[in-house]
């Protein structure tokens, strides 16, 4: 077991040992709270709980513990810690506090020397996101809608047009995502999506997955799988007779974009 690792479950023990030592409390007083600094802690301090007989020694163990978790902490690296906090998908303004990037914001925040680690944080979360949504069968016509492509984009000029938006830039990355689980259950052979494409997918969409298949070179056996072209078909020129194979075929070979009639994909 890695150094890392072990120190990683040592902690996790301890922090479960705190748990258990720690002697829920309740307030015995419905008096008001102070705000601000003071948040919690009652304007009365006249109704103290007793102490029992174990209590000095329950905190004597108590702060040991949260010393000893305290001194294994500094010495994980943080590219452990990162990876455990991943496991717990942690949020954003989680992984800035704790790399002390908190109420940061423009070159104050992309000047910091833990940037790079937030930016690899949130790639690797969004990764781990998409894989698993592609895994449980989330079209990509879905996360079309869901960015609102569908209302903004109605025309092969108008996504031309949008391909270097933040928005086609996650829906690129989900088909991506999305193609690559598709070819690992092929290549499985023990089980494939029911589904390659939505029965709600408009022309539009599935024009913009052909740009995506062009961009990232799919191959072509692929493209006619997803499509219902069938993966023996070795004519060309019937392949280009469908509109989405077309467009693929004209983005991954750099040719002039040129119209051919809407066609309606077979899901």
Same mark, same amino acid.
């Given at each position: 077991?890695?150094l890392?690792?072990?120190?990683?479950?040592?902690?996790?023990?301890?922090?479960?040992?705190?748990?258990?030592?720690?002697?829920p409390?309740?307030?015995?007083?419905?008096?008001?709270?102070?705000?601000g600094?003071?948040?919690?802690?009652?304007?009365r301090?006249?109704?103290?709980?007793?102490?029992d007989?174990?209590?000095?020694?329950k905190?004597? *163990? =108590?702060n040991?513990?949260? /010393?000893?978790? +305290?001194?294994?902490? #500094? $010495?994980?690296?943080i590219?452990a810690?990162? &990876?455990w906090?991943?496991?717990?998908?942690k949020?954003?303004e989680?992984?800035?506090?704790?790399?002390?990037?908190?109420?940061l914001?423009?070159?104050?925040?992309?000047?910091?020397?833990?940037?790079?680690?937030l930016v690899?944080?949130?790639?690797?979360?969004?990764?781990?996101w998409?894989?698993? *949504? =592609?895994?449980?069968?989330? /079209?990509t016509? +879905?996360?079309?809608? #869901? $960015?609102?492509?569908?209302?903004?984009?109605? &025309?092969?000029?108008?996504l031309?047009?949008?391909?270097?938006?933040e928005?086609?830039?996650f829906?690129?990355?989900?088909?991506?995502?999305?193609?690559?689980?598709?070819?690992?259950?092929?290549?499985s052979?023990?089980?494939?999506?029911?589904?390659?494409?939505?029965?709600?997918?408009?022309?539009?969409?599935?024009?913009?997955?052909?740009?995506?298949?062009?961009?990232?070179?799919?191959?072509?056996?692929?493209?006619?799988?997803?499509?219902?072209?069938?993966?023996?078909?070795?004519?060309?020129?019937?392949?280009?007779?469908?509109?989405?194979?077309?467009?693929?075929?004209e983005?991954?070979?750099?040719?002039?974009i040129?119209?051919?009639?809407?066609?309606?994909?077979?899901?």
């Amino acid at each position: 077991m890695r150094l890392h690792h072990f120190l990683f479950v040592t902690l996790a023990i301890l922090l479960a040992s705190t748990g258990a030592l720690t002697k829920p409390t309740k307030r015995l007083s419905d008096d008001p709270v102070v705000p601000g600094r003071n948040e919690g802690r009652s304007l009365r301090i006249t109704n103290v709980p007793e102490k029992d007989d174990n209590d000095d020694v329950k905190e004597e *163990r =108590a702060n040991f513990i949260s /010393s000893t978790i +305290s001194k294994i902490s #500094s $010495k994980i690296p943080i590219g452990a810690k990162l &990876s455990w906090w991943q496991q717990w998908h942690k949020d954003e303004e989680f992984i800035k506090m704790k790399l002390g990037m908190q109420g940061l914001k423009g070159e104050a925040l992309t000047k910091h020397h833990n940037y790079p680690r937030l930016v690899g944080y949130l790639e690797t979360a969004e990764k781990n996101w998409m894989r698993k *949504r =592609a895994r449980q069968g989330l /079209s990509t016509y +879905s996360i079309w809608k #869901s $960015k609102g492509l569908d209302a903004k984009i109605t &025309s092969l000029a108008q996504l031309q047009a949008s391909l270097k938006s933040e928005k086609f830039q996650f829906y690129k990355r989900y088909v991506v995502a999305f193609d690559d689980n598709v070819d690992t259950l092929s290549h499985s052979g023990y089980y494939q999506l029911s589904r390659l494409v939505d029965e709600d997918a408009t022309e539009m969409e599935m024009l913009a997955r052909a740009q995506v298949w062009g961009e990232t070179k799919r191959p072509i056996h692929h493209v006619q799988e997803i499509l219902g072209l069938g993966v023996y078909e070795k004519d060309t020129a019937i392949l280009l007779k469908n509109r989405f194979f077309n467009h693929y075929w004209e983005v991954r070979y750099n040719l002039p974009i040129t119209y051919v009639p809407p066609t309606r994909p077979r899901s």
